[in-house]
């Protein structure tokens, strides 16, 4: 006989806008000893639901039965007393602060005198897979060592039920391994562990029960055993998606070298290996991905071509530079939030952001919102950003609209070169299937695409040449007909398989 639910949501409905309800009666239940994967499009009102959990928001109707008993969570400080923890998809850290600083501060008082010590820190980080050193002011840290600071966090409150949005995002194969060792580790004990993630690869392979939210309505909740990933993406977009077949490229073969690398050297940190004598070329019409383990030197390459960072040594020349030798590249940064939006201004200002103080949308020091406006309800309509109008800010919309305003600057840029890393990073079935299919058609009309990601199934779909970073160089190139095996051989710095 399966066991009652330790928690559950009873006929949640939520809405932010009268009449357009994000959650619509929701019934849900979550079992001590199992991880419960919730899958669904950006939107769908997966992070919804756990932010009413965690008290972040509060249902309009229906409510929460926590072990048989009713709850009202009006804040996070009322779920963490009843035992419930939750690692956010955006950080909550002080970036400021160390290591050990943010965790002593997420500590209940009980736990506090365990973690006085580094040594306690670095061995208790240890023990969960997760290491870490404690005295590292987070940031410095690559976003994947951040996110183990916020794994840390929920699992040193010692929290019956654990809430997970989209934590695997930002890790490398062998991290999100160890990372759902964690889970079942967690889930053994007597816990219960809930996952919203897009990845359908780790829920076929490491949780127990699954649940399908569509337009903010339960689909399907059961186990996970005997289910298809079809399945799973055909009750998530609504119609059959094919995850595997390669995106076409135009066949006209490739032009000129629009960015050259030549030799280009920067030194190692202690979270990467920096970039060693590494030369590279992007031809227009082609896209050229980069595979490798995070922190192998992709992030350096991203800063180098972008201009935010110079290197030790070598050059890097494109057939377009601005006046301080930066080539002309339109970029899709890795954090969208830190780097790719203000959050705060009109979706129409952060469509135009690279253009805005310019004709003709500046005239004599003064904007020109009719022009703005004209333009970035364009450029939402051809992109399909979902806002209510241009006039909101991204701030209150999903990763995958947020990432289509970041994609469509780029695409929109006066330039040949278009720069990528981590573009479907946090994002939905379909809204990654989108990013990769304009990506390939601004290849196809003639642009040059530098295509940085750790996502292999995506690198294999898109490329015509894939180069395959090691240690800070580039190990190997091979075309979009290699076999995982070789791509895989290499990213772990052996030969070709």
């Known amino acids: ?178 990372f759902y060792a964690v889970l079942r580790q967690i889930a053994a004990e007597g816990r219960a562990v809930v996952v919203v993630t897009h990845h359908l690869n780790e829920v076929i392979a490491h949780a127990q029960h699954a649940s399908v939210i569509r337009r903010g309505q339960l689909i399907s909740s059961g186990p996970v055993a005997g289910r298809a990933r079809e399945d799973f993406v055909r009750e998530m977009v609504g119609h059959e998606v094919d995850l595997s077949a390669p995106l076409p490229n135009s066949g006209l073969g490739r032009g000129a070298a629009e960015l050259s690398l030549r030799d280009v050297t920067l030194a190692p940190t202690p979270s990467s290996s920096g970039l060693k004598h590494m030369s590279l070329d992007v031809h227009a019409g082609e896209v050229v991905g980069i595979a490798g383990v995070e922190g192998n030197g992709q992030r350096e390459l991203f800063d180098i071509v972008a201009g935010l960072r110079r290197p030790d040594a070598g050059s890097v020349q494109a057939r377009r530079q601005h006046a301080d030798g930066r080539p002309v590249a339109g970029l899709v940064p890795e954090d969208r939030h830190q780097e790719g939006l203000v959050l705060d201004l009109p979706v129409s200002v952060n469509l135009l952001l690279n253009k805005i103080g310019e004709a003709p949308y500046a005239r004599g020091g003064r904007l020109m919102h009719g022009k703005i406006t004209a333009q970035a309800e364009r450029m939402r309509a051809d992109s399909d950003v979902r806002a209510r109008s241009v006039h909101v800010t991204p701030r209150i919309l999903s990763g995958g609209n947020q990432q289509k305003i970041v994609l469509a600057r780029a695409l929109n840029e006066d330039a040949a070169i278009v720069v990528v890393y981590q573009p479907t990073r946090g994002l939905d079935v379909a809204a990654s299937e989108e990013v990769l299919r304009r990506l390939r058609a601004a290849a196809n009309a003639g642009k040059a695409v530098l295509f940085i990601s750790s996502n292999l199934d995506e690198i294999m779909r898109i490329s015509d040449r894939i180069v395959i970073f090691y240690a800070g160089q580039a190990v190997g190139e091979v075309g979009r007909d290699a076999s995982r095996a070789a791509v895989g051989a290499l990213m772990t710095g052996g030969a070709h398989a």
């Open 1 to 178: 006989m399966k066991a009652k639910p330790f928690l559950a949501l009873t006929a949640v409905t939520k809405s932010f806008v009268p009449g357009f309800p994000v959650l619509q009666d929701v019934s849900l239940g979550f079992r001590k000893g199992e991880v419960h994967a919730i899958l669904g499009e950006n939107g769908a009102g997966k992070s919804t639901l756990l932010n009413i959990l965690f008290g972040m928001h509060q249902a309009d109707a229906g409510g929460i039965l926590l072990a048989g008993r009713e709850v009202v969570h009006h804040s996070p400080a009322d779920a963490i007393a009843n035992r419930i923890g939750m690692v956010h998809q955006h950080f909550k850290l002080v970036r400021s602060f160390t290591v050990a600083e943010n965790l002593r501060l997420a500590a209940p008082p009980a736990i506090r005198p365990s973690l006085r010590r580094h040594a306690d820190i670095a061995r208790l980080a240890k023990g969960f897979g997760l290491d870490i050193d404690p005295r590292a002011v987070v940031a410095s840290l690559p976003l994947s060592m951040q996110q183990r600071v916020e794994i840390l966090k929920a699992l040193i409150n010692q929290a019956e039920l654990i809430l997970f949005d989209e934590p695997t995002t930002i890790l490398n194969p062998a991290e999100i391994e160890a």
